[in-house]
């Protein structure tokens, strides 16, 4: 991505000097964004460079840089819970999501996820991602358009379909699947005829009593289409140093959601 300065319409992340971070839209340049520490005058963005510092009313410094796609997660519009970036990089690496894979995806929700995987899809790669709530369906078109013009990456194509996976699938032969959906075991038919041999089916849930049925499930109706691959809830802790102490932070982001894989069986 080439150097570039900001400019009205940009997305800035603007970082304060305590590391408390704010994603602002630059508006016209005689426009302000406001916060406890001061005023910062669009005027003395445009122009700035990604890693320049401003500073506002009040002398507060204030870095100004892109959001990763991890900040960007963490502070975009939400319609249905975001999945958590601690996990959305365990999912890719568990369920080894490849440049140029076919990518199922069910719970498009805000977006997340799917911002995840068409990266990680490459230019060659796909995702077709199914929602079936319309708010839900606008929330994650905007998210993902408005990261894709902060990056402007070459990213797999992408097909966002507001539609029912239980209405069917248009197409088959997916390398990976992922159901973010709170009954994953009903859709299993579905997705046994949708994913290639070998293929890797992902499920994210959030409490241990539908991991239960879902794997009951699969134990008692997929035995011979599924092999369980594991179960894993991913733990994420924050350090920080203050003057000569080093110790984890008072808060820390444990139980978001449970990770069960599997893999297809070749009949």
Not at 84 to 106: H, N, Q, R, S, T
Not at 118 to 140: D, M, N, Q
């Amino acid at each position: 991505m080439k150097d570039k300065s900001f400019k009205v319409g940009d997305l800035v992340l603007l970082i304060d000097s305590r590391g408390k971070k704010y994603l602002v839209k630059i508006k016209d340049k005689k426009a302000s964004f406001h916060f406890h520490r001061g005023e910062v005058r669009f005027a003395d963005i445009i122009g700035k460079k990604e890693g320049d510092v401003v500073f506002t009313s009040k002398g507060e410094r204030v870095f100004l840089f892109l959001p990763t796609l991890w900040e960007y997660i963490l502070k975009m519009k939400r319609g249905a819970q975001v999945i958590y970036p601690k996990d959305i990089g365990e999912i890719l690496i568990l369920a080894d999501v490849f440049c140029g894979a076919k990518v199922l995806e069910a719970g498009t929700g805000s977006g997340a996820l799917t911002l995840g995987l068409l990266r990680a899809v490459g230019k060659y790669g796909k995702v077709v991602s199914y929602e079936k709530r319309k708010e839900f369906f606008e929330i994650a078109k905007n998210n993902i358009e408005k990261f894709q013009k902060i990056r402007k990456e070459e990213w797999g194509k992408l097909e966002l379909k507001n539609k029912d996976l239980k209405k069917g699938i248009d197409e088959k032969n997916f390398d990976r699947a992922f159901l973010d959906l709170p009954d994953p075991w009903n859709f299993l038919e579905i997705v046994k005829k949708a994913l290639k041999p070998g293929g890797i089916l992902t499920c994210y849930l959030p409490t241990v009593l539908q991991v239960f049925n879902l794997v009951e499930t699969v134990e008692e109706k997929y035995s011979k289409d599924f092999y369980l691959m594991g179960i894993y809830e991913i733990l994420k802790r924050d350090w920080q140093k203050r003057e000569k102490s080093l110790r984890p932070k008072d808060r820390m982001v444990a139980h978001t959601g449970f990770i069960i894989l599997f893999k297809k069986i070749n009949r």
